[in-house]
Antibody, heavy 127, light 107 residues
Framework: EVQLVQSGAEVKKPGESLKISCKGS?????????IAWVRQMPGKGLEWMGI????????RYSPSFQGQVTISADKSFNTAYLQWSSLKASDTAMYYC???????????????????WGQGTLVTVSS | DIQMTQSPSSLSASVGDRVTITCRAS??????LDWYQQKPGKAPKRLIY???ALQSGVPSRFSGSGSGTEFTLTISSLQPEDFASYYC?????????FGQGTKVAIK
């Protein structure tokens, strides 16, 4: 069974650093999957932050998050990470990881969207 | 960047109603679009991938259509468990973008 299990809720102060994790099971990070991160601020919609291909660490960011967070992965632990070096109050949100996979169709194989999601990690930043 | 315009932002409907939600892309994205359902306090769940393909385990009352720039999610007969928020996601090119979401409420 494919699962993505995220680390627990965090309460931090502005200026502190943080690294949250997303551990996959039931599939291998060395296979053809990407792991994405999605933010959801309180009462708001979903925002795509970025994505990493653990096989070669190819990482893409949304311009809105480039330079604000770092996405990484350790394929030997089947785990992806999202980290901040200096948190702000505006980083308070739920953060989801999700797996990107592909699918076969008549002419071959194509990359798709996000098929499995983690349960979310709530990050609260408050002085 | 590709912008996704989703409408309506909210709607009220009754059990048994047919519901349609639309996403419009600012440029052509082939069929690189998924639809997700999110219930309060839960992670999103994929309903439709590749614009028209039903995710395994999802009831057949959900369907997707469209290609290029115009996409539709239809719920043929709304059930009590369908009251939730719905989002489209384009994954044609980075950065990916979600629609703003549609909240489906009980009339």
């Amino acid at each position: 069974e494919v699962q993505l299990v995220q680390s627990g809720a965090e309460v931090k102060k502005p200026g502190e650093s943080l690294k949250i994790s997303c551990k996959g099971s039931g599939f291998s990070f060395t296979s053809s999957y990407w792991i994405a991160w999605v933010r959801q601020m309180p009462g708001k919609g979903l925002e795509w932050m970025g994505i990493i291909y653990p096989g070669d660490s190819d990482t893409r960011y949304s311009p809105s998050f480039q330079g604000q967070v770092t996405i990484s992965a350790d394929k030997s632990f089947n785990t992806a990470y999202l980290q901040w070096s200096s948190l702000k109050a505006s980083d308070t949100a739920m953060y989801y990881c999700a797996r990107r996979s592909g699918y076969y169709y008549t002419s071959g194989y194509r990359w798709g969207g996000l098929d499995y999601w983690g349960q979310g990690t709530l990050v609260t930043v408050s002085s | 960047d590709i912008q996704m315009t989703q409408s309506p932002s909210s709607l009220s409907a009754s059990v048994g109603d047919r519901v349609t939600i639309t996403c419009r892309a600012s440029q052509g994205i082939r069929d690189d679009l998924d639809w997700y359902q999110q219930k309060p306090g839960k992670a999103p769940k994929r309903l439709i991938y590749a614009a028209v393909a039903l995710q395994s385990g999802v009831p057949s009352r959900f369907s997707g259509s469209g290609s290029g720039t115009e996409f539709t999610l239809t719920i043929s007969s709304l059930q009590p468990e369908d009251f939730a928020s719905y989002y489209c996601l384009q994954h044609n090119s980075f950065p990916w973008t979600f629609g703003q979401g549609t909240k489906v409420a009980i009339k």
